[in-house]
């Protein structure tokens, strides 16, 4: 009896076990949507499901992303639109909103499921891939500033319970920071859960425009978002410096 309630009682927590949603918003990825999908593909089964959502892609995106998703869906374009839509449709209690050019963690599942019970909101921190040494103080500055802040932003794999998420009115339709915009909106409710555990995210923006030069646009970009500069201003003046 007592190895049956035992059974009884792992089958049950099974049962219970909290769901997870990765949601990854596309926009012409075909060059790297294949080596973000396969490194998921072990997260796959019961407790977790993917779903990406393409913003309109003129590549073969989709076609490359169908056989290793649970869900691909086409939405309006914009990274915010996307992201509410495969939320929409997601069945996990937990969202996970994922860069095509960022690799989770091959534990990501477990380690979220470690937290179930107090988990509300949060992010992981994040590694670029380049072997630079500037970039290792990028990682830790980025880091640190979150940590302080409670502010992440959508490179470090923000996750909400789709309770909270839906409560909070989703990610707001900016065309630019709507990470910052929905963690200013997710703080109020609880503090962010910040992992030390890393997500890798790619450096080749970096280093093809430049490191210094890129800190010191995205600087700019937030200090202006903070002191009350339109998003839609500022994805103009970020599209025209590409």
Known sequence: MAVLRVKVAVAAAHFNAMKLSIIIPTL????????????LQTLRGTYAEII???GGSNDNTLMLAQSLC???????????????????????????????????PTNALAILQQ??????????????SGQHFLFRIIERMINSRSRLTGIATGDQAIFVTRELFF?????????LMEDIALSRTLRQHNKPLCLRDTVISDSRYWETHGII?????MWYLRLAYFCGVSSEKLVRQYYRNT
């Open 28 to 39: 012409n990825e075909a060059a790297r949507i294949q080596h973000t999908l396969q490194s």
């Open 52 to 54: 990406l959502v393409d």
């Open 70 to 104: 649970d869900y691909t869906i086409s939405s309006a374009r914009g990274r915010a639109q996307q992201m509410n839509a495969g939320a929409a449709i997601a069945t996990g209690d937990v969202l996970l909103f994922l860069h095509a050019d960022t690799q989770l």
């Open 115 to 128: 937290h179930e019970q107090s988990l509300s909101w949060g992010r992981f921190d994040i590694r670029l």
């Open 167 to 175: 409560r909070s009115g989703a990610y707001p339709a900016l065309p």
């Open 213 to 217: 030069r890129t800190v010191c646009r």
